[in-house]
C-alpha cells in the first residue's frame, strides 16, 4: 500500500528538494512537483497516473531521495492521488455519497478498486492527452475503471496539470512511469527519434525497448507530438506480476532503477527540444 498521506509524508522527509503543487485533483488533492539540482529543469519524470500503479509513486519518492546530481530534474510522483486512494483504500476515501455511489455502479457494483486506473471521475488519464484523441483500440467514451477517454483532451485536472507544467518548461527528456512490462516504449505513429538515447536507457536498466504501436492519448504520445526531445515509457514491474504489486516486484523495481535519475540526466544532455 502507498497512498497519498504516504507522499505527503515522504515529501515532508525530502532533504535539499524544492515541493512545488502544480495542480489540483478532482477530488482537490495536490499534486506535487518536486524540484532537485541547480536551474531550468530538462528532466521530467512522473508516475502513478495509473491508480493501480502507486508504486511508481513510492519508487520516484526514492529515486529523486537517493540524487545528489545537479543537473536540474523534476519528479511528479504522483499524478492521480484520488485514484491511488481508492484502489487503496477503496470507497472510504471517498466523503461525497453521490460520488461514491457514482464509482460503486462504474466498478460493476463492486467495493474492491485494486485493479482500478482511473481518476475519481472514472477517467483513465493516460488516454486524457490530445494525441490521437479516442483513436486507441482499447478505448471506450463511457466512464469506466480503465480505459474511459473523457469528454475531450484535458478534461481532467490531473492532465491538465501536467500539460502545463510540460508546455511551460519544455522538457528535452520527459520518462512517464508504469508498473508491469520491464520495457521502454518510445515514438509516435511515424515519429521515431533518439533511438541510440532509447537503447542506452534499455541497457541500463535491462529491458526491452519498443516502438509503440496502436498507442493514442497518452502522456508520451502528446509529448512526441508536440516537442523535438525524447519521451518514453518505461514500464518497470514483471510483467508476471499481478495487481497489487508485491513488496518483492518493488524491491526489484528498486533495483532495476538504480542512479537511474542521473542517467537520465546524461540522456537529457544527448538530446535537445527546439523553442
Known amino acids: 500500500m502507498y497512498t497519498y498521506s504516504d507522499l505527503e509524508k515522504d515529501i515532508l522527509s525530502l532533504e535539499n528538494t524544492e515541493s512545488e503543487i502544480i495542480g489540483k485533483s478532482?477530488?482537490?488533492?495536490?499534486?506535487?512537483?518536486?524540484?532537485?539540482?541547480?536551474?531550468k529543469s530538462r528532466v521530467l519524470i512522473h508516475g502513478a497516473i495509473h491508480a493501480r500503479e502507486f508504486l511508481t509513486a513510492?519508487?520516484?519518492?526514492?529515486?529523486?531521495k537517493d540524487y545528489n546530481g545537479s543537473f536540474p530534474v523534476t519528479v511528479i510522483p504522483m499524478v492521480n492521488p484520488d485514484g491511488v486512494d481508492l484502489c487503496n483504500l477503496g470507497l472510504d476515501s471517498i466523503y461525497d455519497k453521490e460520488r461514491r455511489d457514482y464509482l460503486f455502479s462504474v466498478n460493476g457494483k463492486s467495493s474492491d478498486f485494486t485493479l482500478w486506473k482511473a481518476n475519481a471521475n472514472a477517467v483513465d488519464l493516460n488516454v486524457n492527452f490530445d494525441a490521437g484523441f479516442g483513436k486507441g483500440k482499447l478505448?471506450?467514451?463511457y466512464p469506466a475503471p480503465e480505459n474511459y477517454i473523457g469528454e475531450?483532451?484535458?478534461s481532467e485536472k490531473e492532465s491538465f496539470a501536467l500539460k502545463n507544467i510540460t508546455e511551460k518548461n519544455r522538457y528535452s527528456l520527459t520518462v512517464s512511469y508504469h508498473s508491469r512490462g520491464e520495457v521502454i516504449y518510445?515514438?509516435?505513429?511515424?515519429?521515431?527519434?533518439?533511438?541510440?538515447?532509447v537503447n542506452k536507457i534499455a541497457d541500463k536498466l535491462g529491458y526491452m525497448p519498443l516502438l509503440s504501436k496502436d498507442s493514442h492519448g497518452g502522456y508520451k504520445d502528446w509529448y512526441t507530438l508536440n516537442f523535438s526531445g525524447l519521451g518514453i515509457t518505461v514500464e518497470t514491474g514483471s510483467d508476471n506480476?499481478?495487481?497489487?504489486?508485491?513488496?518483492?516486484?518493488f524491491e526489484k523495481m528498486l533495483k532495476d532503477n538504480e542512479d537511474i535519475i542521473a542517467f537520465y540526466t546524461e540522456i537529457a544532455s544527448e538530446?535537445?527540444?527546439?523553442?
Open 186 to 197: 518510445y515514438g509516435y505513429e511515424n515519429i521515431i527519434r533518439y533511438e541510440k538515447q
Open 152 to 154: 475531450k483532451p484535458f
Open 241 to 249: 506480476a499481478s495487481y497489487p504489486l508485491s513488496g518483492k516486484v
Open 26 to 39: 478532482t477530488l482537490d488533492k495536490n499534486i506535487y512537483a518536486l524540484h532537485k539540482g541547480n536551474g
Open 58 to 64: 513510492k519508487l520516484l519518492i526514492e529515486l529523486i
Open 139 to 141: 478505448n471506450l467514451t
Open 271 to 275: 538530446t535537445e527540444v527546439k523553442l
